[in-house]
């Protein structure tokens, strides 16, 4: 691998540490959906009851099983995400009342 292959390598290491994970299994299901969408125009070319359409219809039903694993993953992130800013948000409102019962204390 050459210099140039090896710097690409890394920096594409490094600026995946900073992609949303979120953003990327979106990424990833559209792209799925695209694919369905393309398998399912192959599945109506196809001659009815051939090997292909088989084949097709097989791979369909896998696409469709890794679509919903996705989406998923998606409800899962959306969800934790909403969980994690909430978490967060308590977390302010629990230091900024005990910083203003320490001024109530110290005032009072």
Do not use: C, Y
């Amino acid at each position: 691998m050459g210099v140039g292959g090896w710097l690409r390598k890394s920096t594409d290491r490094f600026l995946s540490r900073f992609e949303d994970p979120l953003e990327q299994f979106e990424l990833a299901r559209r792209r799925q959906l695209d694919l369905l969408g393309d398998l399912e125009h192959r599945l109506l070319l196809v001659q009815p009851g051939s090997l292909e359409e088989a084949n097709l219809l097989k791979a369909k039903s896998d696409l469709e099983g890794r679509i919903s694993e996705f989406q998923g993953i998606i409800v899962r992130l959306k969800a934790s995400q909403s969980a994690g800013a909430s978490a967060s948000a308590a977390d302010r409102l629990e230091e900024e009342m005990a910083r203003l019962a320490e001024d109530a204390r110290r005032w009072g």
